[in-house]
């Protein structure tokens, strides 16, 4: 089952596809553009993994001193830096390298503290799709996300769709993507990623305990390009969704 939370008529509705847009489970049915696209559920920590695959790593290589047999690099993000599909991102003025992510997300549905890899999967709620721009100008290094890099307000973008665990027969078998103004700028699959889903629990629910509605953001194969004020940006994932975000300047932030 796909599900959405969407802002309309002054109250926040849950949504499912419909073929001419989405229906809200009153029954109407509405366009994209007739609402306000929100995380499709209620997320608690949001946390982030760097360099996660080995096609990305390569791509990086020259500036690295890491390597796949190294811990997974994590981060925290906060609420703020989350935005819903269709809408818009703020390139800062002066920016020379800002670029998208194309991440699988993974949901966690119910408390996991010290779980291991073979009780993982238990613990999934489900998947959505994720667009985490990068301001690679204020790396102090390229493996080390700081905070003006990967925490901006609207930087992260979730949606449209919750997938539920249960209609994701495989998660490491899906092909990702990212198209900028319509031209495909990066493909990959989860299959490539350096530490599965289920690593990733195990090793996240030993240091802190995970909560339903916590995301974990997997990471993004190579293919990461500069995008610019104007750029539609698509991020799509098999059977996850296909999630839309613009990329405005300074001037609509009144900035």
């Given at each position: 089952?796909?599900?959405?939370?969407?802002?309309?008529?002054?109250?926040?509705?849950?949504?499912?596809?419909?073929?001419?847009?989405?229906?809200?489970?009153?029954?109407?049915?509405?366009?994209?553009?007739?609402?306000?696209?929100?995380?499709?559920?209620?997320?608690?920590?949001?946390?982030?993994?760097?360099?996660?695959?080995?096609?990305?790593?390569?791509?990086?290589?020259?500036?690295?001193?890491?390597?796949?047999?190294?811990?997974?690099?994590?981060?925290?993000?906060?609420?703020?830096?989350?935005?819903?599909?269709?809408?818009?991102?703020?390139?800062?003025?002066?920016?020379?390298?800002?670029?998208?992510?194309?991440?699988?997300?993974?949901?966690i549905g119910k408390t996991a503290r010290r779980v291991s890899r073979e009780q993982a999967m238990d613990h999934v709620w489900g998947y959505t799709v994720c667009n985490d721009y990068a301001?690679?100008?204020?790396?102090?290094?390229?493996?080390?996300?700081?905070?003006?890099?990967?925490?901006?307000?609207?930087?992260?973008?979730?949606?449209?769709?919750?997938?539920?665990?249960?209609?994701?027969?495989?998660?490491?078998?899906?092909?990702?993507?990212?198209?900028?103004?319509?031209?495909?700028t990066q493909q990959g699959n989860t299959a490539q990623m350096i530490h599965d889903i289920p690593a990733l629990i195990a090793y996240l629910s030993d240091v802190m305990t995970l909560r339903?509605?916590?995301?974990?953001?997997?990471?993004?194969?190579?293919?990461?390009?500069?995008?610019?004020?104007?750029?539609?940006?698509?991020?799509?994932?098999?059977?996850?969704?296909?999630?839309?975000?613009?990329?405005?300047?300074?001037?609509?932030?009144?900035?």
């Amino acid at each position: 089952m796909k599900t959405a939370r969407v802002a309309f008529a002054g109250a926040i509705h849950t949504a499912h596809p419909h073929p001419t847009g989405l229906q809200l489970v009153d029954g109407r049915v509405l366009s994209e553009d007739q609402v306000v696209w929100l995380p499709p559920f209620e997320v608690g920590s949001v946390i982030a993994l760097g360099l996660n695959y080995a096609d990305h790593v390569k791509e990086l290589s020259k500036e690295l001193t890491i390597g796949s047999a190294d811990e997974p690099l994590v981060f925290l993000k906060s609420a703020g830096s989350l935005l819903g599909h269709r809408g818009v991102t703020r390139r800062p003025a002066g920016v020379a390298f800002m670029h998208h992510e194309c991440e699988l997300s993974v949901v966690i549905g119910k408390t996991a503290r010290r779980v291991s890899r073979e009780q993982a999967m238990d613990h999934v709620w489900g998947y959505t799709v994720c667009n985490d721009y990068a301001i690679r100008d204020h790396l102090e290094n390229w493996y080390r996300p700081n905070l003006r890099v990967k925490n901006r307000d609207g930087g992260t973008v979730l949606g449209p769709w919750f997938v539920d665990a249960s209609d994701v027969p495989d998660p490491h078998a899906l092909a990702l993507r990212t198209l900028v103004n319509g031209r495909v700028t990066q493909q990959g699959n989860t299959a490539q990623m350096i530490h599965d889903i289920p690593a990733l629990i195990a090793y996240l629910s030993d240091v802190m305990t995970l909560r339903a509605g916590d995301v974990i953001l997997t990471g993004t194969p190579d293919g990461v390009v500069n995008v610019d004020e104007g750029d539609e940006v698509v991020t799509e994932i098999d059977g996850i969704g296909r999630l839309v975000n613009h990329i405005v300047g300074d001037a609509v932030f009144g900035r």
